[in-house]
């Protein structure tokens, strides 16, 4: 067993390291799932097996003693030499490879139901959400706002809240779906989303749109218009360059239900079909969204994004956004 634990180690450490050194996409989901249920082998056989194993040892080991020493007194040998403890503690020690799998399951067990029921935590990795959000602020998804979802295949158990317009929603990138990206939702089910000269419409009424100054980009090192917009019951700040092109370069793209859409010089169209979203980036300007490669379907919901519990850069970024 030994031996196998060290190649399960062994496995696990090339998939990280390939993982880190990008030689291909990791799965954190699929990953933590197999540690648990790996590790949750491991913990049953050590109560089944392993445990009693070690304690019926340490009984034989102390009964031998005990009927060594009731043979030597009958002898009328009253001291004998030789103490047990040190023995018997080295037979119920349990042995590294149940302790760094088998010690880890509920540990590990936790950190997975946790993750895949209540909250995950997401890294920004970008600065196509500025200035909701920047560059480097963790933040925490809430997993069953939009309902509750069977991990790793995220297949829907329970509806809960519905999609709403101005939800900053993680989901899986339609176009590869080993990714997570983070984005607003802008068009539910049926919306006919207009974006054409910079100017948002929904449903043929503009949004809500007033000016807040200028927001300076520290990672551009330019000032960018800000604007307060308005989704639904949202208000949300986002940056719009009415100077910046409205060509979406090389439209329509091959995704589906592109059909849905039409490009121009001004910009874009497109009817959102059942069971999908239109989500854009509040930087408006400097986002790939679904004006790019399309709608996100149900399916590929992770949760609603709503608080940021950590940026090592600037701590004053803690706190709830909209």
Same mark, same amino acid.
Not at 41 to 64: C, N, Q, S, T
Not at 173 to 198: A, H, S, T
Not at 237 to 245: F, H, Q, S
Not at 274 to 294: E, I, K, T, V
């Given at each position: 067993?030994?031996?196998?634990?060290? @190649?399960?180690?062994?496995?696990?450490?090339? #998939?990280?390291?390939?993982?880190?050194?990008?030689?291909?996409?990791?799965?954190?989901? $699929?990953?933590?799932?197999?540690? %648990? *249920?790996?590790?949750?082998? +491991?913990?049953?056989?050590?109560?089944?097996?392993?445990?009693?194993?070690?304690?019926?040892?340490?009984?034989?080991?102390?009964?031998?003693?005990?009927?060594?020493?009731?043979?030597?007194? @009958?002898?009328?040998?009253? /001291?004998?030499?030789?103490?047990?403890?040190?023995?018997?503690?080295?037979?119920?020690?349990?042995?590294?490879? &149940?302790?760094?799998?088998?010690? &880890?399951?509920?540990?590990? =067990?936790?950190?997975?139901? $946790?993750?895949?029921? &209540?909250?995950?935590?997401? /890294?920004?990795?970008?600065?196509?959400?500025?200035? %909701? $959000?920047?560059?480097?602020?963790?933040?925490?998804?809430?997993?069953? !706002?939009?309902?509750?979802?069977?991990?790793?295949?995220?297949? /829907?158990?329970?509806?809960?809240?519905?999609?709403?317009?101005?939800?900053?929603?993680?989901?899986?990138?339609?176009?590869?779906?080993?990714?997570?990206?983070?984005?607003?939702?802008?068009?539910?089910?049926?919306?006919?989303?207009?974006?054409?000269?910079?100017?948002?419409?929904?449903?043929?009424?503009?949004?809500?749109?007033?000016?807040?100054?200028?927001? +300076?980009?520290?990672?551009?090192?330019? #000032?960018?218009?800000?604007?307060?917009?308005?989704?639904?019951?949202?208000?949300?700040?986002?940056?719009?360059?009415?100077?910046?092109?409205?060509?979406?370069?090389?439209?329509?793209?091959?995704?589906?239900?592109?059909?849905?859409?039409? #490009?121009?010089?001004?910009? *874009?169209? =497109? %009817?959102?079909?059942?069971?999908? #979203?239109?989500? *854009?980036?509040?930087?408006?300007?400097?986002?790939?969204?679904?004006?790019?490669?399309?709608?996100?379907?149900?399916?590929?919901?992770?949760?609603?994004?709503?608080?940021?519990?950590?940026?090592?850069?600037?701590?004053?970024?803690?706190?709830?956004? !909209?």
């Amino acid at each position: 067993m030994s031996a196998l634990t060290a @190649a399960l180690y062994g496995a696990l450490i090339v #998939y990280l390291g390939g993982w880190f050194l990008g030689h291909w996409i990791g799965n954190f989901s $699929l990953l933590l799932f197999i540690l %648990t *249920m790996v590790t949750m082998v +491991y913990w049953f056989a050590e109560r089944l097996k392993f445990k009693p194993a070690r304690e019926a040892a340490a009984r034989a080991l102390e009964e031998g003693d005990r009927a060594r020493r009731a043979q030597l007194a @009958a002898q009328g040998i009253e /001291k004998v030499d030789g103490d047990i403890a040190p023995a018997r503690e080295k037979l119920l020690m349990q042995p590294w490879w &149940l302790d760094w799998t088998a010690g &880890l399951f509920p540990v590990i =067990c936790i950190v997975f139901l $946790l993750r895949s029921f &209540l909250f995950e935590p997401f /890294k920004i990795p970008s600065g196509s959400m500025i200035p %909701t $959000l920047l560059v480097g602020d963790l933040i925490l998804v809430n997993k069953f !706002h939009y309902g509750v979802r069977l991990p790793v295949i995220n297949t /829907k158990i329970i509806d809960n809240n519905p999609v709403q317009r101005g939800d900053v929603m993680v989901f899986r990138y339609p176009v590869d779906p080993r990714q997570d990206y983070i984005k607003r939702v802008v068009g539910i089910p049926g919306d006919v989303v207009e974006y054409r000269n910079q100017r948002l419409t929904l449903n043929g009424q503009p949004v809500s749109l007033a000016a807040q100054g200028e927001y +300076y980009e520290e990672d551009r090192l330019r #000032y960018e218009p800000m604007w307060q917009e308005k989704l639904g019951a949202v208000e949300h700040r986002i940056l719009v360059n009415p100077d910046a092109p409205s060509y979406f370069g090389g439209m329509p793209k091959n995704f589906p239900f592109a059909d849905n859409c039409r #490009y121009s010089a001004e910009g *874009m169209q =497109c %009817t959102v079909p059942p069971g999908h #979203y239109f989500m *854009m980036g509040d930087n408006r300007d400097n986002s790939q969204d679904s004006r790019f490669w399309g709608f996100v379907p149900d399916a590929n919901i992770v949760g609603k994004a709503f608080f940021v519990w950590m940026n090592f850069g600037n701590l004053g970024r803690i706190g709830p956004f !909209h």
